[in-house]
């Protein structure tokens, strides 16, 4: 029996909550990844798993033993990366979620640049902003705007994107431009951002100077995708908060229009979360390098129009 390859079978068992999925995961026969822990149970002569036909529930020597394996593989795999770091590129299967927006309009249209720097990595990019079971569906981390709440979840900030108000020509001339914050809870209508998890709609925050507000805005339609979030905008429902390069094009082409512009927007921080139970993997690693740079480069875009702007 190799030990170690038993040992990891058992930790995604464990991790996953049952054989089929940690098969699936390890891309393993069923009858492979069930063989492996029997004759690991045989070799520590104990049971680490009650088995019933619906669920695998962990017994109290395989709590323990569970609890040293992670540790154990996580820093062998550590160790190994630290090592090869330097004499080979990082290569394999690299599972990635994201929104449609961070994929569309940041990750995609520079994929070629990141190929070309690691060829040997394979991107699976998922595609949503929804609640990610990391484990089970074996994704390596998540690009995700906003602070994470998440506990369980290690957290590295990217960067920032600044952040401004936005309306339609067709809602401008309909309702005219806002020229404070509070005019959105009262004679304005903005496209609300339906946060799913919380099931409502999120308060935006304004600033100018010292003075601080937030608003909890009217609106006729709220959506939870920030693509069709612009979008509704565009389509003359109400002002929006986004950061710039989702509205770039929509800016050159007259579909949008800044308003407000004394106040400012908090901006949006970008980070990269992933399980606790993994450690940062070389692959990891440079994919998270690579998106720092992307978002830095987003930054001086941003800033180089707003000194054009000013001239």
Same mark, same amino acid.
């Not at 920032?160 to 020229?179: C, I, K, V």
């Given at each position: 029996?190799?030990?170690?390859? !038993?040992?990891?079978?058992?930790?995604?068992?464990?991790? +996953?909550?049952?054989?089929?999925?940690?098969? !699936?995961?390890?891309?393993?026969?069923?009858t492979?990844?069930?063989?492996?822990?029997?004759?690991?149970?045989?070799?520590l002569? +104990?049971?680490?798993?009650?088995?019933?036909?619906?669920?695998?529930?962990?017994?109290?020597?395989?709590? @323990? #033993?569970?609890?040293r394996?992670?540790?154990?593989?996580?820093?062998?795999?550590?160790?190994?990366?630290?090592?090869?770091?330097?004499? %080979?590129? $990082?290569?394999?299967?690299?599972?990635?979620?994201? !929104?449609?927006?961070f994929? /569309?309009?940041?990750v995609?249209?520079n @994929?070629? /640049?990141?190929?070309?720097?690691?060829?040997?990595?394979r991107?699976?990019?998922?595609?949503?902003?929804?609640?990610?079971?990391y484990?089970?569906?074996?994704?390596?981390?998540?690009?995700?705007g906003? %602070?994470?709440?998440?506990?369980?979840?290690?957290a590295?900030?990217?960067?920032?994107?600044?952040?401004?108000?936005?309306?339609?020509?067709?809602? @401008?001339?309909?309702f005219?431009?806002?020229?404070h914050?509070?005019?959105?809870?009262?004679d304005?209508?903005?496209?609300? #951002?339906?946060?799913?998890t919380?099931?409502?709609?999120m308060?935006?925050?304004?600033?100018?100077?010292?003075? +601080?507000?937030?608003?909890? $805005?009217?609106?006729?339609?709220?959506?939870? /995708?920030?693509?069709?979030?612009?979008?509704?905008?565009?389509?003359?429902?109400?002002?929006?908060?986004?950061?710039?390069?989702m509205?770039?094009?929509?800016?050159?082409?007259?579909?949008? !229009?800044?308003v407000?512009?004394?106040?400012?927007?908090?901006?949006?921080p970008? #980070?990269?979360? #992933?399980?606790q %139970?993994?450690?940062?993997?070389?692959?990891?690693?440079v994919?998270?390098d690579?998106?720092?740079?992307?978002?830095?480069?987003?930054?001086?875009?941003?800033?180089r129009e707003?000194?054009?702007?000013?001239?």
């Amino acid at each position: 029996m190799d030990q170690l390859s !038993a040992m990891r079978v058992f930790v995604r068992v464990v991790e +996953t909550g049952n054989f089929t999925r940690a098969a !699936a995961t390890l891309n393993m026969p069923k009858t492979t990844v069930t063989n492996l822990v029997q004759s690991l149970e045989g070799h520590l002569r +104990t049971t680490l798993l009650n088995r019933t036909t619906r669920r695998v529930m962990v017994t109290t020597d395989g709590a @323990l #033993y569970y609890e040293r394996a992670q540790q154990i593989i996580s820093e062998l795999d550590e160790l190994d990366g630290s090592l090869s770091n330097s004499q %080979t590129q $990082p290569s394999g299967r690299l599972r990635v979620e994201m !929104a449609g927006a961070f994929a /569309d309009m940041l990750v995609i249209p520079n @994929l070629c /640049d990141f190929h070309n720097r690691y060829p040997q990595i394979r991107l699976d990019i998922g595609v949503g902003d929804r609640l990610v079971d990391y484990i089970a569906e074996n994704v390596d981390c998540a690009l995700r705007g906003g %602070t994470p709440t998440d506990q369980s979840l290690i957290a590295r900030k990217v960067g920032e994107l600044s952040m401004q108000a936005y309306a339609a020509p067709l809602y @401008l001339r309909n309702f005219g431009a806002p020229t404070h914050p509070q005019d959105l809870e009262n004679d304005h209508f903005s496209v609300g #951002y339906l946060n799913a998890t919380a099931g409502r709609v999120m308060p935006i925050e304004f600033k100018r100077e010292e003075e +601080t507000i937030e608003i909890n $805005p009217r609106y006729v339609v709220s959506m939870n /995708d920030a693509r069709s979030y612009v979008n509704a905008a565009i389509a003359g429902m109400g002002v929006v908060q986004s950061p710039r390069f989702m509205v770039r094009d929509a800016l050159e082409k007259g579909e949008l !229009a800044e308003v407000m512009p004394d106040w400012r927007c908090e901006s949006l921080p970008l #980070y990269i979360v #992933y399980p606790q %139970t993994r450690h940062l993997s070389n692959k990891v690693r440079v994919f998270v390098d690579w998106l720092a740079k992307l978002v830095q480069n987003l930054k001086v875009e941003d800033n180089r129009e707003q000194i054009r702007k000013v001239g």
